[in-house]
């Protein structure tokens, strides 16, 4: 896990605090990899403004042929924080601490297509053969005229 202490800063008169961390979300999701954060907390006037963005690799498979997927995400946090919790609940505060690895998490998962494919005209596997019509074409459905499936007129 990883915490970021705010208890100094929010009691300073810094303006700005800027971090940039390397995170490993293995223990919450190990098909997440290379996950970074980089962004700044401002302090205007008492009022803390958290900005981030976010990037990291998903490991999936694509929805309509099963081959592997990586995908590259990204999410951009832009909220106020206070110490004990953040406006919107999109970055995770706690007695001054905040939780980079829960609020990565929860962004990058938010960052998620909902339709995951290899690549936008994957033609999928057939579903008579299983066949993977990305690399090869089976007769089940376009094939020769022997093939029972067809239908002559
Ligand atoms: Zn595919
Ligand atoms: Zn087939």
Do not use: W
Request: with cysteine; hydrophobic share 40%; aromatic share 6%.
């Amino acid at each position: 896990m990883l915490f970021l202490d705010i208890n100094d800063f929010m009691k300073s008169d810094e303006p700005v605090l800027a971090f940039d961390f390397a995170v490993d979300l293995s223990q919450l999701d190990d098909a997440f990899s290379a996950v970074s954060i980089s962004g700044k907390i401002k302090n205007v006037a008492g009022v803390f403004r958290f900005s981030a963005t976010v990037q990291g690799q998903y490991a999936t498979v694509c929805d309509r042929c099963l081959d592997p997927v990586l995908l590259d995400l990204t999410a951009v946090l832009d909220t106020v924080i206070a110490p004990e919790r953040s406006e919107d609940d999109s970055v995770i505060v706690t007695d001054g601490r905040i939780d980079l690895c829960r609020t990565i998490y929860d962004a990058l998962v938010l960052s998620l297509p909902s339709k995951i494919l290899c690549c936008p005209d994957c033609r999928g596997l057939c579903s008579m053969c299983g066949r993977n019509l990305n690399d090869e074409n089976c007769e089940c459905f376009h094939g020769t005229a022997d093939s029972p499936l067809v239908v002559s007129e």
